[in-house]
């Protein structure tokens, strides 16, 4: 639970709403959105009171991402709605970029960072470039300036690094902590009122050890005098530091409480709905009595080298789900993208049914053609072309199985994109959608049917359901096991347990480079995934303090 403060700076205590005793730091009162004939927000309500965290709660196309470009003044709201900041009434739309004159900031899934330029230049460019037209930029200065920022935070990372060259936990406190200052930056213009951080997804990007982490610069920012908007499919987490929630379903608010006054099914059945409800946590490993029996691998890997791996070596089974498990910088994450021929492998062998491959010299157009497919972590970035439609990321694999003397055979293709749709129930049903607009579960959906069209004998997943809902989820699990019991392998690495105890049948705990501990059957459990991964890891915090940006 958050530690949050009354305006005048007393504890307020946990599970009970600050007091009433100023206006809402933001309220939004009747919001409706439409998009030609489709409805995205319906008499939408929302308030945010000073010193509060707010979760923001739904399925992917729920309409939050609507409602806060409402707010970012991306999207232009139907008439008849209403906007309040310190109970001040503010005109809708809102222009582009008028959030920061109103103590709004966001930080988007894409973190909006400038990835080859340092931490410095991404925390100091404003204030720099300002200055430039004035006097030389002294970048020691600004360095100094930056570390002792960050520093402030119980952030620690190098103010000289490219934000490319940092994890993804780095990127993602450098642009919260960029975020904290915006606000902060606004409220020492003037007497004004309380400001508000966005958080969309910030747990995205976090192995489970630095949650808490991200949990206390959450609390230094409402130390400091802003409210958060916590926007997430992590329950556990919205347990953790969120106040009150609002549920969005369908455009509209489907429920509202506060946090202690609510367990976890039903905030589901809020989020989902009744039978929803029935799917979170319904096991998705086979079913007792339906084993492998003697079948021999489909997949083995032998002798794997490359990034943190210094030695693996495993086989799967046809219609085996085996999960690989480890803290962030064991070797597990750098698995599928040796096995794919992403990136490069320094020694192995991966025997594919009776076709042996040299890992080393594997690249991704020879991986594709052997029927292995890749989901990558980062789907934006890696699993996806946000500005062809949906139709063509669908069915981008297969096209030369649908062109016909030199030409591509549209009514074909199109009536296949019909179909897988259907399949993964993907919406909008829309195959000539941009694919940058989708939801992220939606996405991750069509990233799913493109991979499964090339009937895959290896499948190899990197965190798939990443920012994805309790629904899609389950139904990406569905799929999955669906999809394998035609004879397809796969390999499931998650920083997740209690997802890999849900649908691996059989789960490989990898530490400092190599596979220290195998769980099968009634082992595979997430406490027990858990407790394996830390005991086989010989020094977790030198394994954490060489990946992940620790609290100085």
């Known amino acids: ?8 700076g007393a504890a307020v205590p946990p599970g009970e709403p600050p007091p009433r005793t100023a206006p809402p730091a933001l309220e939004l009162r009747s919001i409706t959105q439409h998009f030609g004939s489709f409805r995205a927000l319906r008499d939408v309500d929302f308030r945010v009171e000073a010193g509060e965290v707010v979760g923001l709660l739904g399925e992917n196309g729920c309409g939050k991402s609507t409602l806060v470009k409402v707010l970012a003044g991306v999207n232009t709201p139907d008439a008849g ?14 222009s582009a970029g008028q959030f920061r004159d109103l103590g709004l900031s966001f930080v988007h899934q894409d973190l909006g960072l400038a990835r080859t330029l340092t931490v410095t230049e991404n925390l100091m460019v404003g204030e720099a470039g300002a200055a430039a037209s004035r006097k030389p930029i002294n970048w020691r200065s600004q360095r100094r300036r930056t570390r002792a920022l960050l520093q402030s935070y119980n952030v620690d990372v190098d103010p000289d690094l490219p934000i490319n060259q940092l994890p993804p936990v780095g990127q993602a406190l450098v642009a919260i902590v960029r975020a904290a200052e915006e606000l902060k930056a606004y409220r020492a213009r003037g007497d004004v009122g309380h400001s508000i951080l966005f958080l969309d997804e910030p747990t995205v990007f976090l192995p489970e050890d630095q949650v808490e982490f991200l949990f206390e610069l959450i609390r230094t920012v409402v130390a400091g005098g802003a409210s958060v908007v916590f926007i997430s499919h992590d329950l556990a987490a919205v347990r953790a530091i969120c106040d009150r929630v609002v549920v969005l379903r369908d455009g509209q608010v489907a429920g509202e409480a506060r946090i202690g006054e609510v367990d976890d099914r039903q905030l589901v059945e809020m989020i989902v709905g009744p039978v929803g409800g029935k799917l979170v946590g319904q096991a998705q490993r086979r079913a007792p009595g339906d084993d492998l029996g003697d079948a021999p691998p489909r997949c083995t890997v032998q002798g ?9 070596s495993f086989a799967v089974r046809p219609t085996e789900i085996v999960g690989l498990a480890g803290l962030l910088g064991s070797g597990a994450e750098d698995v599928p993208y040796l096995l794919f021929g992403a990136r490069k492998a320094t020694a192995g062998r991966m025997t594919l049914d009776d076709r042996e491959i040299v890992l080393p010299v594997l690249d ?6 052997q029927q292995v497919a890749m989901v990558p972590a980062d789907r934006r970035r890696d699993g996806i072309a946000p ?3 949906v139709g063509e990321n669908a069915t981008i694999l297969v096209n030369d199985e ?3 003397a030199g030409r591509l055979q549209g009514g074909r293709l199109r009536e296949l994109v019909r179909r897988q749709l259907e399949r993964f129930d993907v919406r909008p049903r829309n195959g000539n959608a941009l694919m940058g607009t989708l939801s992220g579960g939606n996405a991750q959906k ?26 899609a989820r389950a139904e990406i699990y569905r799929l999955i096991r669906e999809a394998s019991t035609g004879g397809m392998a796969t390999v499931w690495v998650s920083s997740d347990f209690e997802e890999l105890a849900t649908v691996c049948d059989r789960v490989l705990v990898v530490a ?3 596979v220290r501990a195998e769980l099968t059957g009634d082992e595979v459990t997430d406490e027990a995934i858990s407790s394996a991964v830390y005991h086989h890891t010989t020094d977790a915090a030198a394994v954490l303090a060489d990946e992940v940006p620790t609290a100085s």
């Open 1 to 8: 639970m958050s530690d949050t403060s009354s305006p005048g």
């Open 81 to 94: 709605g209403e906007l309040t900041i310190d109970g001040r009434p503010v005109p809708l739309p809102l």
């Open 304 to 312: 794997l080298r490359g990034g943190r791996a210094t030695g693996i």
């Open 364 to 369: 991704p157009t020879t991986a594709v053609r």
């Open 387 to 389: 500005s062809l439609s």
């Open 402 to 404: 649908y062109t016909q």
């Open 446 to 471: 069509v990233v799913m049917a493109k991979w499964l069209e090339i009937n895959p004998r290896l499948l190899l997943l990197h965190e798939p359901t990443q920012g994805v809902d309790v629904a």
């Open 512 to 514: 400092d480079g190599e």
